[in-house]
């Protein structure tokens, strides 16, 4: 069983809400199409894990008073990220590049990881290959998050942005930043974030399982989620560098990105 639990800084709210395994919730898909989405009105939360589908847009409904243990949701506007889910072709080729974004973070099983704006075939691959003390989702989307605690009970979600992730799961040793253009913030500050939330030694992957060219055309037909750019060698050195992160590899190919950040706590 799943719930939706605020943090107790108001100043957070709407978007950050987390999801544990206290009540039961039920998505109630909804077929729209593509780029279309439903928003969450200040009602009640009526959810059930049965109902957990494939689509990427839903709606929720009320028809009586909230009962005890129940939370009420302020508006909140879903987007639409099939996109995440697309990309991840079903051949030996995106396996292995999946694989080698995932052996970069070297997880061990005392490992505490955080993954920010993944695919759910991401999340299936990390957890089949990798046992770690920790795994923390973070996503923008609840559908995303309630699809992949249905499956994964043990995993820990948490809905919002990446800079604003409570400091009761730090510190970590690993960071997936799976789709980077997605984070509204400039990249000195998700770095000084980071270093506030690392551990010494860990290290950050950041990637992109097509590369630039594959990013180029989700910006086009996504310019909503797809907001910022992939950095390059330079400004992601320069960057990483003022917050004590080392560049230790990078990868800037036509079909994948990948760059492998280690941290040097002061």
């Not at 948490?158 to 997936?176: A, N, R, T």
């Not at 270093?195 to 989700?218: D, F, K, T």
Request: glycine residues 2%.
């Amino acid at each position: 069983m799943h719930s939706l639990s605020f943090p107790s800084s108001s100043a957070l709210l709407p978007s950050v809400f987390a999801l544990d395994s206290s009540h039961l919730l039920s998505l109630q898909p909804k077929k729209l199409n593509r780029l279309q989405s439903s928003s969450f009105s200040p009602k009640l939360v009526s959810l059930s894990q049965s109902y957990v589908s494939r689509h990427r847009a839903f709606s929720v409904s009320s028809t009586s008073p909230p009962p005890e243990g129940t939370v009420s949701v302020v508006d909140f506007h879903e987007k639409d990220w099939s996109f995440l889910e697309s990309m991840e072709l079903d051949s030996p080729e995106h396996t292995q590049k999946m694989e080698k974004i995932i052996k970069a973070g070297e997880i061990s099983e005392s490992s505490r990881v955080l993954v920010s704006i993944s695919s759910e075939a991401f999340v299936d691959c990390l957890v089949e290959s990798s046992a770690s003390q920790l795994l923390l989702i973070v996503h923008d989307s609840l559908f995303v998050l309630a699809c992949v605690k249905e499956k994964y009970d043990k995993v820990k979600c948490w809905q919002g942005e990446l800079i604003y992730v409570p400091e009761k799961w730090s510190p970590l040793d690993v960071v997936f930043l799976y789709f980077l253009p997605a984070l509204p913030f400039e990249l000195d500050e998700v770095f000084k974030t980071l270093s506030q939330r690392c551990s010494s030694g860990a290290r950050v992957v950041i990637s992109h399982p097509q590369g630039r060219q594959g990013l180029e055309q989700q910006r086009k037909e996504f310019s909503d989620v797809v907001v910022s750019d992939l950095p390059d060698n330079s400004t992601l050195m320069n960057v990483a560098k003022k917050h004590s992160f080392e560049l230790t590899q990078f990868v800037d190919e036509q079909g994948l990105y990948l760059a492998v950040l280690k941290f040097s706590k002061q």
